[in-house]
């Protein structure tokens, strides 16, 4: 049986492609978490298939290595119907030197439908969408934004504290390279949370206080009472210099072990984007406490938020062709 989308009972969501969170309203946002609550039920069901994106054709370029990330987004397309491609950028004509203009133009002459790009370097992303004829969407860039991580953490705090705004929230590691970070701290933001920001000097730099976040190199201290746990990977490859002394140091000061959790809130859930490095940002145990953690239901949220924000690019891009038809 078809899985029919639901209308939107809002203002309604208006954007063409989904480069980050900052252009998002409120209400956008809701939007899309809404609509994925709904793609939750169908995967969770015998028979996943919608056919809300049949016909259309979706294309994932990741310039960067993500198994996780490409695997999600390929899933969601498949479930909706779509007729969706990898392609293999780490292998392609990019490495002959070809341009994002070059690649833009190629991709145009494919008539492709939505398009999925990862790419290493901030803005890439922003401007392969101005060249292309179809929806794009985000899949991180550099270290400027990952807004369907983003989104998919807001769904899973909200399903899980059964709200999103009024929580304290506390983002936890490396957060100078993080696009993840960046995005979270955007859309949490926006939605009326106080967030703390924890980490070594080196890894949180201060002018991330101007996103209205409060800054602690004390890990005890900032997890006083929080609601949520977000804990961040140590993005090794990007960094060029001496961040933390050393992964044992880091984690005795910034690892999440049960004695620091003792200080969030008894009810506190603990987040994790992955891939985690387990005894350094993270024990294991927490990791896998089904009473706390809720770092699988991060996954299974993540196929249900792609599939929401495809669905929804796709119902203005089919708007926006009838109106340029008419």
């Not at 996943?48 to 310039?63: C, E, R």
């Not at 491609?85 to 492709?112: C, F, R, V, W, Y």
Request: proline share 5%; hydrophobic share 40%.
């Amino acid at each position: 049986m078809s899985h029919v989308s639901p209308p939107p009972t809002g203002p309604g969501f208006a954007a063409r492609h989904l480069l980050g969170i900052e252009h998002l309203k409120p209400h956008e946002i809701t939007e899309i978490l809404d609509l994925a609550d709904t793609y939750v039920d169908l995967n969770r069901r015998p028979e996943k298939h919608s056919d809300v994106l049949a016909g259309l054709t979706q294309i994932n370029m990741f310039f960067e290595n993500s198994t996780r990330t490409q695997a999600s987004f390929e899933l969601a397309g498949k479930r909706l119907g779509a007729d969706v491609m990898n392609m293999a950028m780490q292998a392609s004509s990019i490495k002959k030197g070809e341009t994002l203009i070059d690649t833009a133009m190629t991709l145009n002459a494919m008539h492709p439908d939505l398009l999925v790009v990862r790419h290493p370097h901030s803005g890439a992303v922003d401007l392969l969408a101005q060249k292309v004829n179809c929806a794009v969407l985000n899949a991180g860039d550099g270290r400027h934004e990952h807004p369907t991580q983003a989104l998919l953490d807001a769904l899973t705090i909200r399903r899980a504290k059964g709200r999103l705004h009024r929580l304290n929230i506390a983002i936890c590691g490396d957060i100078a390279h993080s696009r993840v970070a960046r995005s979270n701290l955007i859309l949490l933001g926006k939605m009326e949370n106080r967030i703390r920001l924890i980490g070594p000097p080196t890894l949180v730099p201060g002018h991330f206080a101007e996103f209205g976040a409060e800054i602690y190199d004390d890990m005890r201290e900032g997890l006083e009472g929080v609601d949520v746990v977000m804990m961040l990977r140590l993005q090794k490859e990007r960094m060029d210099g001496g961040f933390i002394p050393s992964e044992r140091e880091y984690y005795h000061r910034y690892g999440l072990d049960a004695e620091k959790l003792a200080l969030a809130k008894p009810d506190a859930i603990v987040m994790h984007p992955g891939p985690m490095n387990r005894g350094v940002e993270i024990d294991g145990t927490i990791a896998d406490d089904i009473n706390r953690s809720v770092i699988q239901e991060q996954v299974e949220m993540g196929v249900a938020v792609r599939m929401a924000a495809m669905d929804l690019l796709a119902r203005n891009l089919r708007a926006d062709r009838v109106a340029e038809a008419g």
